[in-house]
């Protein structure tokens, strides 16, 4: 027997891959609460390029530009954090 188990080897390259999923997803977690805390200490204000429609009992809220700022910074943080793994 030379010592070496490939079971084994698998089982700590899925662990090491778990622990980094965790650890990009506690970090994705730590921005939105980051990105939740701003946004609360604004105000709810909108963005430049949201929408609001009222009406007398009736009000639309179509955060475009919100959508705009939130789509590109998940797509740069994905792109980076999937970038580490290959």
Same mark, same amino acid.
């Given at each position: 027997?030379?010592? !070496?188990?490939?079971?084994?080897? /698998?089982?700590? $390259?899925? *662990? /090491?891959? #778990?622990?980094? %999923? *965790?650890? !990009? =997803?506690?970090l =994705?977690?730590?921005?939105?609460? #980051? @990105?939740?805390?701003?946004?609360?200490? $604004?105000?709810? $204000?909108?963005?430049?390029?949201? /929408? &609001?429609?009222?009406?007398?009992?009736? %009000? #639309?809220? @179509?955060?475009?530009?919100? +959508? *705009?700022?939130? +789509?590109? =910074? @998940?797509? =740069? @943080?994905?792109?980076? &954090?999937l970038?580490?793994?290959?």
């Open positions: 027997m030379t010592g !070496h188990c490939l079971v084994g080897d /698998i089982v700590d $390259r899925m *662990l /090491i891959w #778990l622990g980094l %999923t *965790l650890a !990009h =997803l506690g =994705l977690l730590a921005a939105a609460g #980051l @990105l939740l805390g701003w946004a609360g200490a $604004r105000g709810g $204000r909108l963005l430049p390029g949201d /929408i &609001v429609i009222s009406r007398p009992g009736f %009000t #639309l809220f @179509l955060p475009v530009a919100t +959508s *705009l700022v939130i +789509s590109l =910074l @998940l797509t =740069l @943080l994905l792109s980076l &954090v970038g580490w793994r290959r």
